[in-house]
């Protein structure tokens, strides 16, 4: 590990966004080279499969700070972020997305804020989503209060990947053994002196999202199987109800017999035969869930693969972490 020798990284993770590079870099060029301090700017390339990494050695030729870290195959916007955090030298990394929708601009108040006041962490709350389509605006919503519960430690709202994280936030990061994290979870978990700064979040400038509602889910499984174990008991939970159900319908069952009436109906069978089923695949999956993390965790394979440093290009590189 490199010591900081810069004062900022900025991390970018990228994938298929050749519509928006041109415009991210022309945006935030001039925000950081207004900073008295030096900076990094390392673009992860999430193996794209567009323009996106012909376009980032274009731009890198003639600005010198543009550093362009490729991994092998799309790994996901949580691997490729840590990819660049575990990379990148700067006493202080901010992490933003590709597609403007978090506003360069802010970045020197976030440096400033954890300089001025020693934070080691500092998020972009969105305090405004108004350009966020109404269905984001109402998944996003029931994730945040979601994820508030589960990490039971204070977390800001809406503050998503754009936050600054200081070289010792970073290199505890690096120290856990955890694979598949969910930063935004994890970074609150982790307690260290935190601060915000609220933006309004914007339309993405080109382009179209990367996170279909597929890859939503996912974040959304991960991020409650990550934190909490209480889905499983939600198990044990049907088992008792079902047993209390079954116990007072025996009873009614067996006083209807001896009263000489007939069972009538196959109907509440049926829906006690389905709904047992129903149950038990919910049950099982929910157990996959958590056996699927330990197979990944004790497996133990790196999160990511980097086929390129432009940093040190030429030599060969050795799998991250
Ligand atoms: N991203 C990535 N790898 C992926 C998916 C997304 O590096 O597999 C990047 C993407 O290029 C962008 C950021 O993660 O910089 C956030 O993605 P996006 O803006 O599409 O998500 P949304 O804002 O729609 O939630
Ligand atoms: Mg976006």
């Known amino acids: ?29 001039p925000v ?8 990094e700017v390392v673009a992860v390339d999430d193996g794209s499969t567009d323009a996106t990494a012909a376009i980032l050695s274009g731009i890198a030729r003639d600005w010198p700070q543009l550093r362009i870290l490729r991994l092998r195959g799309n790994s996901g916007h949580q691997a490729a972020l840590l990819a660049g955090l575990f990379s990148c030298r700067g006493a202080y990394a901010v992490s933003i997305d590709a597609d403007l929708q978090d506003p360069p601009e802010k970045i020197p108040e976030m440096l400033a804020l954890a300089v001025d006041k020693g934070l080691d962490v500092v998020y972009g709350a969105r ?11 109402l998944t996003a919503g ?15 709202n809406h503050a998503g990947d754009f936050r600054l994280l200081s070289r010792a936030t970073i290199e505890a990061l690096r120290a856990l053994p955890e694979r598949q994290p969910v930063l935004r979870m994890i970074i609150p978990w982790l307690g260290f002196p935190s601060g915000e700064v609220t933006y309004a979040r914007e339309a993405r ?19 409650i199987t990550s934190f909490s174990a209480a889905p499983l ?30 069972v009538s109906g196959w109907t509440s069978l049926y829906i006690a035969v389905l709904f047992l089923g129903a149950v038990q695949l919910l049950c099982l999956g929910l157990l996959g869930e958590y056996i699927g993390r330990i197979f990944v965790t004790v497996q133990g394979r790196p999160m990511y693969f980097i086929g390129y440093d432009s940093l040190n290009a030429g030599q060969p590189m050795t799998p991250e972490q």
């Open 32 to 39: 950081l080279d207004a900073l008295p301090d030096a900076y």
């Open 233 to 262: 008991r939600i198990a044990t939970w049907l088992g008792v109800g079902g047993v209390v159900l079954c116990s007072v319908l025996a009873v009614i069952a067996i006083a209807a017999h001896f009263g000489g009436a007939t």
């Open 205 to 223: 400038a080109a382009g179209s999202t990367k996170y279909p509602l597929r890859k939503m889910f996912l974040l959304a499984t991960d991020s």
């Open 142 to 156: 029931l994730y945040y209060r979601m994820m508030r519960r589960v990490v039971g430690r204070r977390m800001p």
């Open 1 to 29: 590990m490199t010591g900081p020798a810069l004062t900022l990284s900025v991390v970018i993770p990228m994938y298929n966004e050749e519509d928006v590079v041109g415009l991210l870099a022309a945006r935030l060029r």
């Open 127 to 137: 305090d405004d989503r108004s350009t966020d389509t109404a269905f984001k605006r």
